[in-house]
């Protein structure tokens, strides 16, 4: 297993999840000013012109930042791009993206042939993430740098498939960057990530409930306040099926344990949702591993209490 340079000098093994709304660029900029990817969705810079001032304003930060602090770890940031039809964006977004050359891309769906070679264009390192082998393949034949296996639990749009059955088999034939996303909140998780077989974990939820975060206060509380019998997985909102917070469905006037399903075909990142309610900005996102938060600090302390529950476990384990 190996990593581009680009992934090797980070504080810890972490890629920040792109979250709609909730990821903005003072959440990405404290991220890796902490050392961690931060990552954003390029739909989250509204109107359209917002996406270049954005980041214009994550590279000059971050380039200010590391030489004002040269032995620190700044980590790279990253752009989500989501990949459907009814994103009448994607392919200006991909121009603004590969004038600035941003790092890193994600992508999320399926992504045309030209995203993968618009990225590849400047040398930059495109992620690309699956729910199933399929989708994983097909990624990798059409030039993906590296992967991110979505596994059961995992906030917002997530997989049905365990970690411990998705990481070893995109392993089994993938030796390049893997990423595994799915109720990883704490340090250790962090850890057993790696120990399945991927190189990085992939962090969203945990990040919601921090100061820096665009996200409403009402939404940092529910997140400390539940845990995971408090998540719903529903088609419903997006026409794909998520993980979400039954309180913010409750409160939207809807019962979150009989909710129909959606038609995927209907899905729109337009108006971001199939029902009345909107999502992400009624209907709330969370992981899985929601229960393993109870505070709501800054990124640098999240870091650094990641960090300390990651070494704590490899000496747990050597021990």
Known sequence: MSLPPI?????????????????GPELVIAQCKAGVVGSFP???????EMLEKWIIQIKTELAEYQAANPDKKVAPFA????????????????????????PIIITSLQAPQEIFDAVRSYGGTILHDVVNIRHTKKALKQG?????A?????????????PFALVPEIRSFHDGPLLCSGSIATGGAVLAAQAAGADLAYIGTRFIASQEANAQQAYKDMIVESSANDIVYSSLFTGV???????????AGMDPDNLPEADKSKMNFGS????????????????????????????????????????????????
């Open 42 to 48: 390029a739909l989250n810079a509204r109107p359209a």
């Open 79 to 102: 752009v989500n791009q989501i990949c459907h039809p009814s994103n009448n964006r994607l392919m200006e977004d991909m121009k603004v993206c590969v004038k600035h050359e941003v």
């Open 144 to 148: 993906a740098s590296g992967i991110i």
């Open 241 to 251: 099926s998520g993980n979400y917070l039954k309180p913010s469905i409750a409160k």
């Open 272 to 319: 971001g949702s199939a029902s009345d309610a909107k999502a992400w900005k009624d209907i709330w996102g969370s992981g899985q591993g929601v229960g393993s938060i109870h505070s709501a600090p800054s990124v640098a302390e999240i870091v650094d209490q990641l960090k300390e529950e990651y070494l704590a476990a490899k000496q747990r384990i050597c021990d």
């Open 150 to 162: 979505v596994c059961a639990g995992a906030g917002g749009h997530a997989g049905t498939l365990s």
């Open 7 to 23: 992934l090797q000098n980070l504080e810890l093994p972490i890629i920040c999840a792109p979250m709609f709304i909730v990821s």
